[in-house]
């Protein structure tokens, strides 16, 4: 991936801050790159608002991006935090998962500042507004506004604003994930937790509802799950890289859970047939209770990762600590 010289779009607020800067990506598409002063980064395209890359201050990768990824209009990217809406999945009239995931956004260069006791000086505002073209499709007027924010101590903060701008007086509904692909070292010794006991609609058994037992999910087959009314946080715990991810969530009450395993990973032009091994999708959605915006209403759904050191084996991590702490 490229890092070259700053594109002409530049935005002045985005210039004058060292720890944001635009740069061309993989096939000349613009990127945001927010980098800490202790190493951590994080990557997001303006096509889609597409976070590919969050490393931390190690410079290790935590996100999964496939290696055979099309960096391409009108194929959303394999791989990051693709952004669906307004549609999950086919669970309505759109292309699968909606389009803003496959449209051009744009940096707000004077986007509204964090509230003044907040440390947060890194991030970027994407926006993403109805055009004619899309009304076509979606005959709704809207303003998405996504913050992308590189925390202190290397998280990474999206924060979802969406906003009915409709003057006819027409509320509309939409659905949304973040459809979050994490790195994982090897599918078969990952475990989720936080999702026990939960009901799920299960999208290879025409989403009847189900309820799962009572252990940390793992992972032997293909898996495509939507997790009903879940906890704000949920953990993954890779006990070969001796890591943890802690997703914390708000106003997103689902949460999907995706491994296209090997037969599915082998129809997928633009995923390696081994993949499915290094990579697990936890979303952050709200599906089955569909987001109803009336005009000027505006409806807010927050995601923040991060990723923590642990050493499960040696017994000083107890997940359940990890989930219930702060
Ligand atoms: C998941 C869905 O969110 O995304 C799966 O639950 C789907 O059913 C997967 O296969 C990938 O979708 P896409 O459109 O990016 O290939």
Known sequence: MSSAAPSPV?????????????????????????RDFRGSSVEVYLYGAHVTSWKNEHGEELLFVSSKAIFKPPKAIRGGIPICFPQFSNLGPL??????????????PSPPPFPVNSSNKTYVDLLLKSTEEDMKIWPHSFEFRLRVTLGPAGDLMLTSRIRNTNPDGKPFT??????TYFSVSDISEV?????????YLDNLQ?????????????????????YLSTPTKIAILDHE???TFVIRKDGLSDAVVWNPWDKKAKSMAD??????????????AAIEKPITLKPGEEWKGRQELSAVPSSYCSGQLD????????
């Open 10 to 34: 530049v935005a002045p607020a985005v210039t004058e801050n060292p720890t944001v800067q635009i740069c061309r990506g993989i096939n000349g598409l613009d990127k945001v790159v927010l």
């Open 95 to 108: 292309e699968a998962h909606g389009f803003a995931r496959n449209r051009f956004w744009s940096v707000d």
């Open 174 to 179: 939409f659905t949304f994930a973040y459809h």
């Open 191 to 199: 475990r989720v937790e936080g999702l026990e006991t939960l009901d």
């Open 206 to 226: 025409n989403r009847q509802r189900f309820t799962e037992q009572g252990d940390a999910i793992t992972f032997e087959s293909e898996v495509d799950k939507i």
């Open 241 to 243: 890289k001796k890591r």
């Open 271 to 284: 995923f390696g047939d081994d993949e499915y091994k290094h990579m697990l999708c936890i979303e952050a």
């Open 319 to 326: 997940p359940r600590r990890v989930l219930q702490g702060s």
